[in-house]
C-alpha cells in the first residue's frame, strides 16, 4: 500500500481506492480533519469493516460505486466528534454507528447527523460493526422482505458470510429452521449455531436441499447470483419467497457491472407476473432512499436498533474475523477475499 501526502498536514487519514487495482493498490492519504456543516457531524472511526462491496468496487463491479479516485467504506462505527449548525451539541462524544456506502475507510467521517444511530451501552466498536449493514441487510430480508414466521425453513447460500451469518442467527432466534450452505471447515461452526451445513462444492446442492425438504423451503436467500437464482427458485414451496442480494458469480468477470443485476430483476419480474404462489425480489439496501428519504432513515433506523437488541439479548454474536488498523487496509481486504475467514474483518484507527 503505497503513501501519499504524508508530510504537512496531520490529523486526518484515509484509505484511497484509484482505480481498479489489487489490494496492495490502496493508498493512504493525510489530510486535514474537515469541519462539519450545517446539520452534519464528524465522526473520529474507531471500527469500518470489509464488506463484500468494497472487494466489487475494487474490481469495479459494483453495482452503482462513485467513480475513481474514492475512499471506501461501506460503513462505520465511532464518537462524534464535533457538531454543526444546527445540530445538538449533546451529540458530542455519543458512540454512533452510520451507513455511508463510501467514505468509512477514515480516521475521521463527516455524516449527516440524521444518518448517525446510536450504539447502546455494552456493545463495543468493533461489535457494533460487524451488524451494520450486515445486520441491517440480514433483518430486512428475513423479516421485511420474507416475512418468515416460527416453525417454517429457509435456505441460506454463504451462511458463514458476513450477511449469511447475522441472518442464519436472526433465522434461529426466531424459531424458523435454517439449512446453510458453506464449505466444510465452515460446518462445525454452524451446526453450533444450529443449522444444517450443505457443502455447496459436493455434487448436486439442490438435490441434497430437497432430501432436506422434501415439499420445499420458505424462502431462500441468494448472494450468489448467475444460475443460483433459478436453482433456488425451484427450491420454492408454495407461498415461499426468493430474496437475491448479489452477484458473486460474477465478481471475477469483466464486461457491465449492471447486466448481472438487471438479469435478475428481469427475471425476478417474470416470475412474480405468472400464476403462482411464489415470489421473488432483488433486495436493493438503498431502495427508495432518493424518493422517500425520511422513511427511508426512519426504517434504517428501526431496523438497526431491533439488531443491536438481538447483539445485547445474545440472538447474535459478533463474529469478528480479524482487526486490523486502517493502514493495513490493503492486508484486511486480501483476507477478506481470501474466504478463509468467517465473520467481519474489521478496520480500526
Known amino acids: 500500500m503505497s503513501a501519499e501526502g504524508s508530510e504537512g498536514t496531520e490529523g486526518l487519514v484515509k484509505v484511497v481506492l484509484p482505480g481498479i487495482v489489487a489490494p496492495e493498490g490502496l493508498q493512504v492519504v493525510r489530510a486535514d480533519v474537515p469541519d462539519p456543516g450545517p446539520g452534519q457531524i464528524v465522526v473520529a472511526m474507531e471500527a469500518t469493516g470489509v464488506s463484500f462491496a468494497e472487494q466489487q468496487m475494487r474490481r469495479g463491479r459494483y453495482f452503482d460505486q462513485p467513480p475513481f479516485p474514492f475512499v471506501p467504506g461501506y460503513d462505520l462505527v465511532g464518537r462524534v466528534l464535533t457538531t454543526g449548525p444546527g445540530v445538538d451539541p449533546g451529540l458530542a462524544g455519543r458512540r454512533v454507528a452510520a451507513v455511508v456506502k463510501v ?35 440480514a433483518w430486512q430480508m428475513l423479516h421485511r422482505d420474507a416475512r418468515v414466521r416460527a416453525g417454517q425453513t429457509i435456505l441460506v447460500h454463504g451462511a458463514n458470510g458476513g450477511v449469511g451469518s447475522v441472518l442464519v442467527q436472526l433465522a434461529r432466534a426466531a424459531g424458523v429452521k435454517v439449512i446453510g450452505t458453506a464449505s466444510p471447515r465452515h460446518h462445525d461452526a454452524l451446526r453450533e449455531l444450529g443449522v444444517i451445513p450443505v457443502d455447496y462444492r459436493a455434487g448436486d446442492v439442490p438435490a441434497r436441499v430437497r432430501e432436506l425438504a422434501p415439499g420445499g423451503v420458505d424462502a431462500v436467500f441468494d448472494h450468489i447470483g448467475g444460475r443460483s437464482v433459478v436453482d433456488s427458485w425451484h427450491l420454492l414451496a408454495r407461498g415461499g419467497a426468493l430474496i437475491s442480494y448479489g452477484t458473486a458469480s460474477t465478481r471475477d468477470d469483466t464486461g457491465s457491472k449492471q447486466w448481472p443485476v438487471l438479469k435478475i430483476i428481469a427475471r425476478t419480474t417474470l416470475w412474480n407476473a405468472l400464476p403462482n404462489t411464489r415470489r421473488a425480489k432483488f433486495y436493493n439496501f438503498w431502495a427508495g432512499q432518493a424518493r422517500h428519504e425520511d422513511r427511508f432513515r426512519a426504517r434504517l433506523r428501526a431496523d438497526l436498533t431491533e439488531v443491536f437488541a438481538a447483539l445485547r439479548r445474545g440472538d447474535i454474536s459478533a463474529r469478528i474475523a480479524a482487526e486490523l488498523p486502517l493502514a493495513d487496509a490493503s492486508k484486511a481486504l486480501s483476507l477478506a477475499e481470501s474466504g478463509t475467514v468467517s465473520g467481519k474483518v474489521v478496520l480500526t484507527p
Do not use: F, L, M
Not at 477514515?106 to 451494520?132: K, L, M, N, R, W
Open 103 to 137: 467514505g468509512g475507510w477514515a480516521s475521521q467521517v463527516v455524516i449527516d447527523a440524521a444518518d448517525a444511530v446510536e450504539v447502546p451501552d455494552g456493545v463495543t466498536a468493533a461489535e457494533a460493526e460487524t451488524v451494520v449493514v450486515n445486520g441491517i441487510t
